[in-house]
C-alpha cells in the first residue's frame, strides 16, 4: 500500500496540530510536515515532496490561492485540497482556478477530509456537496450567458423556445417526438422549425444542425 504524503499549510498551530492528530493515525497516510504561511509551503514542498497539501485560504507572506497557483506551476505532481473556514464564492472560484482538486471547509467531517486526500492523491477532485451546489450554478449561469451571447450573434436571435426545440433537432428527434418531449402540438412544432431555418438560413434539419454546430450554439 503507497503511502500518501500530506504538507499541512495553516496559520493556527493548534489546528495544524489538530489535523496532524487525525492524518496520523490512517495507516495510509503520513503528514510529512507543516506550514504557516504560503511562502513556506513552497519551501516545505521542496524538501518533503508531499503529495498532497490542505491549504488555508488566508495566511501571511503569500495566501493559499497565490500558494496553490505556484504550487501548481513548480511542482505540477502535488495536488492541493483547499481547507477553509470560508464558503465566500470568491474564495472557491479563485481557489478552484488556481489549480486545487479540492475544496472543504473546516466543519467538514473527519471521514470527508480523509477521503478527499484519498481521491485527491490519486489526481481526481473532490468538493463539499456545499461548495459542489455552488460550482454547479456557476456552471450554468455561464453556460446560459454564453448561449445568449452566442444566439445574440444572429441578425435574428433564436427565442428560448426555438433554442429548446433546435437542441431536439440536433438530437435527431422528429417533429411528433419533439411534440411529445414538450407537450406541445406537432403543428406549433412545425412552425418553430420553420422560424429556426429561416433565423439559420438552413435549407433544412440537417442544415440546421450542422450551422447550429459551427456557431456553437447547441
Known sequence: MKTIRVLIADDQTLFRQGLRVLLSVQQDIEV????????????KIAECAPNVVLMDIEMPVLDGVAATRRVRQEFPECQVIILTTFDHDEY??????????GYL???A??????????????GESFLQPSIA???ISEFNRLSQV????????????????????????????SNQEIAARLFITEGTVKNHVTA??????????????????EAGIV
Open 105 to 107: 471547509l473546516k466543519d
Open 146 to 173: 454564453a448561449s445568449y451571447r452566442q444566439t445574440s450573434l444572429l441578425p435574428n436571435p433564436l427565442t428560448p423556445r426555438e433554442m429548446e426545440i433546435l437542441r431536439l433537432i440536433v438530437q435527431d428527434m
Open 133 to 135: 451546489s455552488k460550482v
Open 196 to 213: 429556426i431555418l429561416t433565423k439559420l438560413d438552413a435549407r433544412d434539419r440537417f442544415q440546421a444542425a450542422q450551422r447550429a454546430h
Open 32 to 43: 510529512v510536515g507543516e506550514a504557516q504561511d504560503g511562502a513556506q509551503v513552497l519551501r
Open 109 to 122: 467531517p473527519a471521514e470527508s477530509l480523509i477521503e478527499a486526500v484519498r481521491i485527491a492523491a490519486k
Open 92 to 101: 472557491v472560484f479563485e481557489g478552484l482556478r488556481a489549480g486545487a482538486l
